[in-house]
């Protein structure tokens, strides 16, 4: 069986293993539905709700939403703008995406972002609003006030890599300084009488920063390809003072995701929430298993799942390439609701804007390494040297190549030295 084979069987596996429990359900006599069950196992958050700007934790889509937000080690495609600041400097290709997500009842957000990169700068922007109908009746069932609630974010981020060689993905940093606003209508007051400025008084914006960084390396890594295969991250999203007389959710993350075969990547984060305001007020952890495989070149799928006190989901979605174009939809299953054939749906957009000239550099490079490789199992010592330093002038993080030319000047060296010994002998 080969790697892409193993891969999808993998995959199907796991969206099996993921649906198990609500396939049995209903075999449980003690619980209605599986959120129950699950509510039982891992409880109610009695903190859940102390912070403030919930579209803060609410995600556009994309391939993150697939994988159940277990992404911040990830970070391979424009998702990363909500998951890890240091994220755009690693990026292959540049993107600008759309996002619609449905979320509860009639609220939904809509979402764009664009990130690019020049060398090893890494820079993107995004924004996101939330809105959803906000009606209000008095005691006569006469509708008093109407509109609605909406949220907003904008970010702005900027990241860098250092290290970066051809053994070692580098060193990621990366800040995303982040505005967020809530606009609410009138509501009444104790007398079923608008107030006049009462939306206004819960209206607010604030200013706040997520600090990332992300690390790529190999490890026990089974296939040849120039791609680390593992990656690390540590996050604090939303770092600012409280709104309102309330904390901001604050939250920090720690990530590992790991690629046995080329097709396929697993991906973990844990998340430990924290209340700036009051610690003790902090939710409890909560963590997210995610996996993703390329089925081919033109088709992906993902599923994950995400266990969070009296709020876990789990989602399943697949990406379709169309050239420069791919189309991801996701469908979650939130468990804080009963299960219903249709939970929730995300629909993501992304193009694809190129590379900047990258992967022809790349190409280069490698043509220069192994036109150097030949002439050297030729003997000709200098003309590999040659092909390998313009190797480096192109690229100077192609360790290879300067092993090659190091070689090459230590035989140089070697060589001296045996023939001065002869000339001391005559």
Request: net charge negative.
């Amino acid at each position: 069986m080969n790697y892409r084979k193993k891969a999808v069987f993998l995959a199907v596996c796991l969206i099996f293993c993921f649906h198990i429990p609500f396939l049995t359900a209903d075999s449980h006599d003690n619980y209605g539905n599986f959120a129950d069950y699950l509510n039982d196992i891992y409880g109610i958050d009695d903190n859940a709700g102390l912070t403030t700007f919930p579209i803060l934790n609410i995600p556009m889509g994309g391939r993150s939403e697939g994988m159940a937000s277990a992404f911040t080690a990830v970070s391979d495609d424009i998702s990363f703008i909500e998951y890890n600041p240091a994220g755009s400097s690693m990026l292959e290709r540049s993107e600008f995406a759309f996002f619609h997500n449905n979320w509860i009842a009639d609220s939904k957000i809509e979402g764009f972002a664009y990130a690019t990169r020049f060398g090893d700068l890494g820079l993107a922007a995004g924004a996101k609003w939330l809105y959803t109908p906000f009606t209000e009746y008095n005691y006569y069932a006469e509708r008093v006030s109407n509109g609605y609630f909406s949220e907003g974010a904008a970010i702005l981020n900027a990241s860098y890599n250092i290290f970066q060689g051809y053994y070692f993905g580098g060193l990621s940093l990366g800040i995303s300084l982040k505005g967020a606003f809530r606009i609410m209508p009138d509501y009444t007051s104790d007398t079923d009488i608008i107030t006049g400025g009462s939306g206004l008084a819960q209206s607010a914006v604030m200013g706040m920063a997520d600090v990332g960084i992300l690390t790529r390396f190999n490890f026990l890594k089974p296939y040849v390809a120039r791609e680390k295969n593992a990656s690390a991250a540590l996050v604090i999203k939303n770092l600012g003072p409280p709104v309102l007389g309330e904390s901001l959710p604050t939250v920090a993350s720690a990530a590992i995701s790991y690629k046995p075969i080329r097709p396929l990547v697993f991906a973990f984060d844990f998340y430990m929430p924290l209340n700036m305001m009051d610690f003790d007020l902090s939710e409890n952890p909560y963590f997210a298993f995610g996996t993703a495989v390329n089925v081919a070149k033109f088709l992906s799928i993902r599923a994950g799942v995400q266990i969070k006190s009296g709020g876990s989901r789990v989602t399943i979605g697949s990406a379709v390439n169309f050239n420069k174009i791919s189309v991801d939809i996701n469908y979650t299953l939130d468990l804080l609701t009963q299960l219903q054939p249709l939970n929730r749906v995300s629909l993501g957009m992304r193009l694809d804007l190129g590379d900047g000239g990258r992967q022809e550099k790349a190409n280069k490079v490698n043509e220069l390494y192994l036109l150097g490789l030949d002439a050297f199992s030729q003997g000709n010592y200098s003309e590999a040297k040659d092909y390998w330093q313009s190797a480096l002038k192109l690229d100077p993080t192609f360790e290879p190549a300067q092993e090659g030319i190091d070689m090459i000047n230590k035989r140089q060296r070697l060589q001296n030295q045996v023939e001065d010994l002869f000339k001391l002998d005559l």
